[in-house]
Every structure is written in C-alpha cells, then in structure tokens.
C-alpha cells in the first residue's frame, strides 16, 4: 500500500533563513508525488508535483522540492523563507500502478506546520 | 473564475439530526471526492466519484453517503451524524482519472456535531 510520513509536526525558521519541510514515501512503482499548502481557513492549495524528469521541481511561491529516488525522499524548499509561507503542509503520493483500478487515489502526509518568525 | 465550492463553510448540530454539505465545481471535472481532516491523521478520503452516477468508497465512509446525480454536484449527506463526525471536509476534484493531473480542493466545511 502506498504511504507518505511526514516526521514532523512542526518546523521553525527564521524570515531569511532556508527552510525545509520532509517527506518520505513508500509505493510500489514509480510515484507520483505532490506538495500542497493550507492557509489558516482555507482549502489546500496545489504547490508543486514530481511525475517524471528533472528530480528538482518549482513550484509556486519560490519553493522547490527535490525528488530523491533512493532515499524515497521528496523534500519541501525554500531559500529564504517568508513570514507569509508559515501554514501547514502536506505531502501526497499517488501510486500510478494502480491505474487499472479504475481511479488513482492521492495518499496525503499528516501535515508539517510551519512557522516563520520574523 | 475556476472553483470549488463548499455549503455551509461552518455548521453546528447535534447528534442524529440529518444533514447534507454540498459540493459544487464549474470546471467540468470528473473526478470528484470527499476528505476529512483530523489533527494527527492529515486528509482522508470519504468517498469518491469517477463521473455521474458513479461512486465509491474511500477510507473512511461509514457514517457517509454520497450521490452524484450531475457533474458539478457531489453532496455528502450524513443520515445520523454522531460526535466522531466532528472534523473539517473537503470536497476536491481534478480533471479526470489520469495520474498527473492537480486535484483542486474547496474552502472545507468545518462540521460540530454535538
């Protein structure tokens, strides 16, 4: 079965400082991996996927995650991090061997909430 | 303007008392599901709809039914909500059944059932 942990509940960084938030996956094929954001009181925004190529991908808002295979890692980046960028952030896999099923369901992270102080 | 919609945002009520969120998109998509999210345990799907009339269940539906009679439309109804129903829902779809494609969520339902 396919899963995504994310090993923290929170990461602090200061305003300037980089900043990154880990994922690690476990499926049976190749994944397809994605990072979305929640504001407070709002629906979970799309900020970047990994379906296949080049392992490091921009996304929305200056971030970048990293795909790395053996590591089954696909980690969330920032240079310089905003006090605005403070939310909570889930990681979600979906296992693309699963397309004769019929439908591919996305597996999300419990959530990394990060804090930017200014 | 593409969206997700979500009704009511906020609800309060009690045990037992029949009640439906509705979810509605303008974007022509297929696919549509439910989530809840719980502190500790992220998004988990309730239930799920590949196109009209056509629905399934996810990790979590007891408790929860769903019917998807048009496209944009995809109500949760719970027939008898009890207290372990008390969380956050999301309503999301994408384009179709495709792998690759970007789920889009609503704004959630924050749900209290007392």
């Known amino acids: 079965a396919q899963s995504v942990a994310q090993p923290e509940d929170q990461v602090n960084v200061a305003e300037g400082n980089p900043l990154t938030v880990k994922c690690t996956y476990s499926v049976s094929g190749n994944p397809y991996l994605f990072w979305y954001v929640q504001y407070p009181n709002r629906g979970l925004q799309f900020l970047l996927k990994y379906i296949t190529g080049d392992n490091l991908v921009k996304g929305s808002y200056g971030f970048e995650a990293e795909f790395n295979k053996s590591q089954t890692s696909f980690h969330l980046k920032k240079p310089s991090a905003l006090v605005s960028d403070s939310a909570l952030y889930f990681c979600a896999v979906r296992d693309p061997s699963r397309r004769n099923t019929g439908f591919q369901k996305l597996v999300f992270g419990t959530g990394t909430r990060l804090l930017v102080s200014p | 303007e593409a969206q997700v919609t979500q009704n009511p945002r906020y609800l309060i009520t009690v045990t037992g008392k029949k009640l439906t969120v509705t979810c509605s998109q303008n974007m022509n998509h297929e696919y549509m599901s439910w989530y809840r999210q719980d502190p500790g345990l992220g998004l988990r799907q309730i239930y799920y709809s590949m196109n009209v009339e056509v629905t399934d269940k996810g990790d979590v539906p007891e408790g929860y039914k769903v019917s998807r009679k048009e496209k944009r439309n995809f109500p949760l109804i719970l027939e008898s909500p009890s207290p372990n129903q008390t969380s956050l829902y999301f309503c999301?779809?994408?384009?179709?059944?495709?792998?690759?494609?970007?789920?889009?969520f609503g704004p959630g339902t924050r749900l209290t059932v007392l």
């Open positions: 999301a779809t994408r384009t179709s059944l495709g792998g690759t494609d970007t789920q889009y």
